[in-house]
């Protein structure tokens, strides 16, 4: 036979796009169009109804960046288009098409707009791929409607990762940034519509198939004959008879082994990003709109959204589309999912923050919608902590859900199916969809490529597709669903069928219950840089965690001993907003500027509104007199003041350092720290058992400079590469005693730090402050400890406990963690002997090892302390930065959590009080299970909750003991619910004065005081 496999291909191609697709449309006529600028942040619905609007022609430039046009749009279907009988003509619709001048960028990333009725209801949005609004057009065939459009810059859609100034209103320009292309009424003709998809998913799935297929011949074969039966001049009037000919291989059934996929419509939304937090309301309730708009249509598409707190801004701007949405959600296809208060990053929000994170998005869900989300939806966020198993399924959670971990630059995990287990040992079932995108256009390449990737095919026959544009880009599209209908069953291709996550998961895990383990985190090998980027937001985030802490316990304490109101609303109001800045691409640090500006800015707030909550409470609690107290928040006795109680403190100060010869020298009758004349760590001896810390020739607190240009991704990435250009910042310009501290100055490029030096009485940590303001571009500032301990692995800690890593490179999944993220403290150890460097500020660390002159080998600890990619944020991190670090000599695990509570948590005293002591309300007998906070319960019952975790991976036995009336102790799950069968308090020592617990290696408790 004659092969003309090329040649009709092209033809087929050339006939679609040429002769299919123009013919969509039968009539177009141009609507008469006027404008209001608001030149400025946007506006109300109510605000843009009352404007004057100007004349504005199609073809004329609009909208400077980050502004906002609202186009008044009217006009009627032509007489001329109507039959007879005054109707449109069958199997037509009128729609309403707007390009408001798309560029080749992609969907999400540049203008955007709501269509709204004159009523102040929102119609459906318009974004790239998603122009025609058919709502607009009234029964009688008028428009009248108001476009509120969005001149959003594309700050990067192309990914060239060029510095741009558009990511700032301050510098993005005035210039317009689009041409409005159409606004036209168009008749949409419904058959080629249909020939058009029947054409599309044919030609797509024929490109998938082997060369040497049968039915690949076929298809191709009656694509052909479809060409040669729609006329190229009548296609409206011959597209029925194309159908006619592609009808038959569209009814050929899917094989009976076919990998099934269950179509989850998704847009996923970045809550901030290339675009402010403001935009990503409206980006929301363009998408939400659109998706309302097609379930309208399409009685068959389920959609699926994760966030509470993009459900709630949908509630409190967009009242219409609310009502809408609840009434969606009530018939169940219209599914919240995840249950967090956004898809945060997981690597970096404290431990009681993650909680926090399901008791908003859940607490939220249940009060709106009264549901209860089975699953954790995190496609996008950057690796996965190994405290999370433990914490999702404390919040009830049972299915994990996510797909970024294919964007490993190394190693591949070996599954798509599985059981994830934390460094506790909890198990949770996990699926990452294998098409490898949370965004599939549900393309015939999208779902060969995800039946072909799946890992545990043979033992599992079902995965999850996400599809949909995200980030404004509008979501699903009727295109997408004309896809999915027509592969429910279609020989060559995956079945696939619309599905909610719960109906996936249930289906994968009734098929596959055993599936095989992976243990530990998820890291992701890539995005390196985000434990470093924007530092100013990382500490805004661990310093309002850590403020938290204190606000809830004082203000609890407060509550119960002196009878002041609990500042309920006001505390979760300020937890919600923290919440909302863990988001993946905020904490990270790699938003544009505007985003990072409003962050520091909400830092700046809550910590004031925080401080007052905390003055408040300690003032109800202590009165005015003319004493003076330390109000310990830590988990443990400080300067001899219980941990969680206030009591009067003897100042036991820092030492004072001693010149010795061209030295300094800092002696507490703990540790002995030299300090050379270039203002480094020569060394640091435990007295106790002689051990020194900083290898003989070295020196520890040394800052080091790194080039710093990532291949791609400039503020998400380090590379490998950066390690092999360094410059040691050993010169100083100063090196002098301060009052009880050792201050050294350096200068390098156009930089400078400054660090002091100091050793507290009685403690085996030295304490360094730096004051750093940072003027360099490309570059990475690390300080490192070289010490003086011989092993493969050290401690880093996370939420809840700590994971260890190895610090050698045997394998490629070693070398790849060449970067890692820690919370306040790591450590490295030999059996007998340990030190922890502890931070108050960044989360990049690296920790490696070398050979030792004379044998065995020692460790590096490095933090990562700032940055200057240029991209998104062309600016970031420039400028003045103060931080505190620790090295504790000699540290077991105890004092390595001790010492990191104390360099986060400043010691607070009291002024002027009348009352010298409050007792805590709860206390705990063993320094391993640590109080991680206390708060009134959220029910408003006044009940007293408080959570505790293990953590020095150990188990534990304790007796936790409350000093207050209550009636009872009772373990809660995260959302303060009482549960059966947990495990942590002992049967029967349950009683109003306390409990005794048996917890195991970082197990995760929560307890409910109820009071008496
Ligand atoms: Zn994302």
Do not use: C
């Amino acid at each position: 036979m004659h092969d003309r496999t090329a040649l009709v291909e092209m033809r087929i191609d050339r006939f679609i796009t040429e002769r299919l697709r123009p013919a969509l449309y039968r009539r177009r006529t141009p609507l008469t169009v006027r404008a209001w600028v608001v030149n400025g942040e946007p506006v109300p619905f109510a605000e843009a109804e009352r404007a004057v609007y100007e004349p504005f022609s199609v073809g004329t430039a609009w909208g400077r960046p980050w502004d906002t046009t609202w186009f008044a749009v009217t006009g009627e279907v032509p007489a001329g288009w109507l039959d007879a009988d005054g109707a449109l003509p069958a199997g037509t619709r009128a729609e309403l098409v707007v390009d408001l001048g798309f560029t080749a960028g992609q969907s999400g990333f540049q203008a955007e707009a709501l269509v709204w009725g004159r009523d102040g209801v929102p119609i459906k949005g318009i974004a790239p791929f998603n122009t025609a609004v058919a709502a607009a057009v009234d029964v009688a065939g008028r428009v009248d409607v108001l476009i509120e459009a969005a001149s959003n810059p594309d700050v990067g859609s192309l990914f060239s990762f060029e510095p741009t100034a558009l990511g700032d209103p301050a510098t993005a320009g005035r210039e317009p940034a689009y041409v409005l292309r159409a606004v036209d009424l168009a008749l949409r003709d419904l058959v080629v519509a249909d020939l058009l998809a029947d054409a599309l998913v044919l030609r797509g799935l024929l490109g998938q198939l082997d060369l040497g297929s049968p039915r690949r011949a076929q298809i191709l074969l009656a694509l052909d004959r479809m060409a040669d039966t729609v006329d190229p001049h009548d296609v409206a009037g011959t597209a029925s008879a194309g159908r006619a000919v592609l009808a038959p291989l569209l009814d050929r059934p899917a094989g009976a082994s076919a990998h099934v996929l269950h179509a989850v419509g998704h847009a996923h939304i970045d809550s901030a990003w290339l675009w402010p937090v403001r935009e990503t309301a409206r980006k929301v309730s363009r998408t939400f709109s659109n998706v309302l708009a097609l379930m309208d249509s399409d009685p068959d598409f389920v959609f699926a959204s994760s966030s509470a707190q993009q459900f709630a801004w949908v509630k409190e701007f967009y009242p219409t589309l609310w009502t809408r949405l609840v009434e969606r959600v009530r018939e169940g296809r219209f599914v919240p999912v995840g249950g967090m208060w956004v898809e945060s990053d997981t690597n970096m929000p404290g431990g009681e923050a993650l909680v926090r994170q399901f008791v908003e998005g859940k607490g939220f869900f249940r009060s709106e919608f009264g549901i209860d989300t089975p699953e954790v939806w995190l496609p996008d966020s950057f690796g996965y902590t190994g405290a999370f198993p433990q914490i999702a399924r404390a919040a009830g959670a049972r299915w994990f859900l996510t797909q970024k971990i294919s964007w490993n630059e190394t190693n591949r995990i070996p599954h798509h199916t599985f059981l994830w287990e934390g460094i506790d040992g909890t198990r949770l079932f996990t699926h990452f969809p294998p098409v490898d995108k949370y965004n599939s256009d549900v393309s015939a390449e999208d779902l060969a490529h995800a039946e072909r990737n799946f890992a545990d095919k043979g033992r599992s026959s079902v995965s999850l597709l996400p599809y949909g544009y995200g980030d404004g880009g509008g979501g699903p599209t009727a295109e997408m669903t004309a896809t999915i209908a027509r592969t429910a069953s279609l020989e060559g291709s995956p079945v696939v069928r619309h599905s909610t996550p719960r109906e996936f998961f249930t289906a994968a895990q009734t098929e596959y219950p055993s599936p095989e383990v992976w243990s530990g985190e998820l890291y992701l090998e890539f995005h390196r840089g985000t434990y470093t980027s924007q530092l100013r937001t990382k500490q805004g985030n661990r310093r309002s965690e850590h403020l938290l802490r204190e606000a809830e316990l004082w203000a609890a304490t407060a509550a119960i001993r002196a009878g002041w109101e609990y500042p309920a609303d006001r505390l979760k109001r300020i937890w919600q907003l923290v919440l909302l800045q863990q988001f993946h691409d905020i904490l990270p640090g790699t938003s544009i500027a505007w985003v990072h500006q409003d962050a520091e800015r909400n830092y700046d707030r809550i910590r004031t509104e925080l401080g007052d909550i905390v003055d408040e409470a300690l003032r109800a609690l202590l009165g005015t007199g003319d004493g003076a107290v330390l109000a310990n928040a830590a988990p443990h006795t400080r300067a001899g003041v219980p941990a969680l109680g206030i009591a009067p403190v003897a100042t036991d100060g820092p030492v004072r350092p001693e010149p010795d010869g061209e030295t300094i020298v800092l002696d507490n009758g703990v540790v002995r720290v030299v300090i050379d004349r270039n203002g480094l760590i020569a060394s640091m001896v435990d007295l106790a058992t002689g051990r020194e810390v900083v290898p003989v020739g070295d020196r520890a607190g040394l800052l080091q400079l790194h080039r710093d240009t990532p291949t791609q991704w400039d503020a998400w990435d380090i590379d490998e590469h950066y390690r092999r250009t360094v410059t040691d910042l050993v010169a100083a310009d100063l090196v002098e005693i301060d009052d009880a501290a050792v201050v050294v100055g350096r200068s390098f490029g156009n930089s400078t730090v400054v660090q002091r030096m100091w050793l507290d009485a009685g403690s085996r940590t030295l304490s360094i402050d730096l004051d750093i303001d940072w003027h360099e571009r490309q570059k990475l500032l690390k300080l490192a400890f070289p010490v003086d301990v011989h092993t493969d692995r050290a401690a880093s800690e996370i939420q809840f406990g700590h994971i260890e890593r190895p610090t050698h490179t045997n394998t490629s999944w070693d070398a790849a963690r060449f970067e890692t993220v820690a919370h306040r403290w790591v450590r490295v150890a030999e059996p007998d002997f340990g030190v922890a460097v502890t931070n108050d500020s960044t989360y990049g660390h690296d920790i490696s090892r070398r050979a030792k002159d004379g044998g065995g080998t020692t460790s590096t600890v490095r933090l990562s302390l700032v940055r200057a990619a240029l991209f998104p944020d062309p600016g970031q991190d420039q400028g003045r930065h103060r931080l505190r670090v620790g090295l504790v000599a000699g540290a077991d695990v105890v004092h390595a959590v001790v010492e990191g509570y104390r360099t986060n948590l400043g010691k607070r005293i009291v002024q002027d009080v009348a009352v010298g002591e409050v007792e805590p309300l709860v206390s705990v007998d063993h320094p391993g299970v640590v109080v991680e906070a206390v708060k009134l319960a959220e029910d408003g019952t006044g009940d007293v909750v408080v959570r505790l975790y293990e953590a020095l991976g150990r188990r534990a036995r304790a007796r936790f003991s409350v000093a207050f009336p209550a009636a009872s102790v009772v373990e809660t799950d995260l959302l303060e619910s009482a549960i059966e069968g947990g495990t942590a308090i002992v049967d029967g020592s349950s009683d109003g004065s306390g409990a005794d617990l048996a917890l195991r290696p970082f197990q995760l408790v929560t307890v409910r005081v109820a009071r008496a």
